[in-house]
């Protein structure tokens, strides 16, 4: 128990070093908290309900009764933001999760093994990424419908060779050291090496990857809405309500999109810088 509370005390001394010694993590990292925040608390914060129409409160600019402003049919912009909030990191959250997840498995067994099963992957992954992965996951949800899991499963599709290739080249360059060797002479299985010895030593490299992959896929579900293949309306989705707003920026209404694509471009911006901030906690050579 005692080194349980060691260790506890220690990884929260190191999170804390790395915050204060960088202060664009320490943002990132309180803005990604302030999205979570958001996302679980939607119900509460959102002063309106987001899909009721107000038409003779339409296309108001905004004010103290309507913060961000009103849309073309009355609804106020800044429920539908906080209410897409959620919805976006629900898709995006899923969507990296479940890449990130296989593509690990599926790279670090091909690259502990090798032999013709990895020159397999390798091509196969080399195929897919030759494609334009937003026509890809444009192709993917246009066959299976736009319903969110399928966003879901397109998003994760298209991030798939990323973590095949990086854990796949990671565990390659790892799989001959002496601590790899120790685990298979202390009778570890090949299932248990991957998974509790090999891995594990790859994440600190993945993280940034994972950020940098969240930030992409709300920008990939946004696309898909923007371009009417993505979640459909009248619910609240940050790329519905820009491609909704576009209609209205040459009419001077500039809220429509400047509130919504406000709050994807700082999105993405947090997820993208703490990927720097992840990879310094995650990875064991900076504590000290």
């Not at 339409?58 to 609804?75: C, F």
């Not at 599709?157 to 990086?166: C, D, E, G, H, S």
């Not at 570890?188 to 891995?199: A, E, I, M, N, P």
């Not at 030593?201 to 946004?222: D, E, H, K, R, T």
Request: charged residues 15%.
């Amino acid at each position: 128990m005692s080194d349980l509370v060691l260790n506890g005390s220690s990884t929260g001394r190191h999170i804390v070093y790395v915050l204060r010694s960088n202060p664009v993590t320490a943002l990132a990292a309180t803005g990604t908290l302030l999205l979570v925040l958001i996302a679980i608390l939607a119900p509460i914060l959102a002063p309106y309900d987001p899909v009721a129409s107000n038409v003779p409160q339409a296309l108001q600019p905004p004010s103290w009764s309507h913060l961000a402003g009103t849309d073309q049919l009355g609804r106020d912009i800044l429920s539908r933001i906080i209410w897409a909030a959620r919805l976006d990191l629900v898709i995006a959250v899923s969507a990296v999760g479940l890449s990130f997840v296989t593509g690990a498995v599926i790279g670090g067994f091909c690259g502990y093994r090798g032999g013709r099963l990895d020159r397999w992957v390798g091509r196969f992954v080399d195929v897919l990424m030759a494609f334009p992965l937003f026509v890809l996951a444009m192709a993917m949800v246009a066959a299976l419908g736009n319903r969110v899991e399928n966003i879901v499963i397109a998003t994760a599709v298209i991030n798939l060779p990323f973590y095949i290739r990086f854990a796949r080249a990671e565990v390659n360059v790892r799989r001959n050291a002496g601590w790899v060797e120790a685990a298979r002479a202390c009778g570890d299985s090949h299932l248990s090496v991957v998974l509790r010895v090999l891995l594990p030593n790859v994440l600190p490299a993945m993280a940034v990857q994972i950020s940098l992959n969240l930030g992409w896929a709300i920008l990939n579900a946004a696309g898909l809405s923007f371009i009417g293949l993505g979640v459909t309306a009248p619910t609240p989705e940050w790329g519905i309500m820009v491609a909704e707003g576009a209609r209205f920026i040459t009419t001077g209404k500039w809220w429509l999109v400047a509130m919504p694509g406000l709050a994807l471009m700082l999105t993405v911006l947090c997820f993208n810088l703490l990927g720097d901030g992840l990879r310094d906690i995650l990875d064991p050579r900076m504590r000290t």
